[in-house]
Each structure stands twice: as structure tokens, then as C-alpha cells.
């Protein structure tokens, strides 16, 4: 991964944005990504400016808030256990197919686990938050 290929992946982001969610950009996207060097670099920052998404700051060596982190990819981890696949086009498709039966409510559920992990790292001075 480079700051070009995730340029192109915030493009398709703010792509599937328009066609998915419709006006939702006139309300405004709030996006969340921790300090990785390819999310840093000017290639990056300039692509995610283009997309008109606001960027949420980000605690750096905070892995205990990234709702991918503890929420989207350790959910995913336990559906896809076990399971192989003959090829790259057949993993993503899973792993689309996972993602693209879930309610609103469960990506919604994520945003709240942060909110509370939040509050739970603001109490805890910082500390790394175990579960």
C-alpha cells in the first residue's frame, strides 16, 4: 500500500458515498483514520481534501480506538475463520458479501463502541484500553 493506491481508495470511497448514500455529502462526511505513513502523505492528505470528507483527529499509537481495529476487522476475522479461497477475487468477494448484508445498525453500533472507548481512554489518562 502507497499513498497513490489509497488515493484511489478514497476516490471509490467518496464514490460509493454519492451513489449509495445520496445528499450525504451535503451533510457531511465525517472520516476516521489513524497516522499510518500512507495516510500522511501528501498524496494522501491531498486526495482525502479532494474527496470533501472531514477528517476526525486521531490519538497517534491509539490501535484500542480504531473502530477497525476492535470493531469491523475482528468481527470479520470470525466469520471468515477457516475458510480459503482459491483466489483474491474470491476473498474480496466475501468479504464484501459480509459487509454489504449488514444494517446501519450495526455500522452504527461501531460509532457508539468508539464513543464509549473515548470516554473510557479520556478517564483512564491515556492508558491502553484491553477490552
Known sequence: M?????????AQAREAVVQR????????????QDNASVHTSRVSRQALK???FSEIDHP????DLAPSDYFLFSNLKK?????RFVDDNQMKMAVESHFD??????????????????EKCISLEGDYIEK
Open 21 to 32: 448514500r445520496r445528499g450525504k455529502l451535503l451533510r457531511g462526511v465525517l472520516f476516521l
Open 79 to 83: 466469520v471468515l475463520r477457516g475458510r
Open 60 to 63: 497517534p499509537y491509539s490501535p
Open 101 to 118: 448484508c449488514k444494517e446501519k445498525e450495526y455500522f452504527l453500533g461501531g460509532l457508539k463502541a468508539l464513543y464509549t472507548r473515548c
Open 2 to 10: 502507497n499513498g497513490q493506491y489509497y488515493a484511489n481508495l478514497l
Open 50 to 52: 479532494d474527496t470533501g
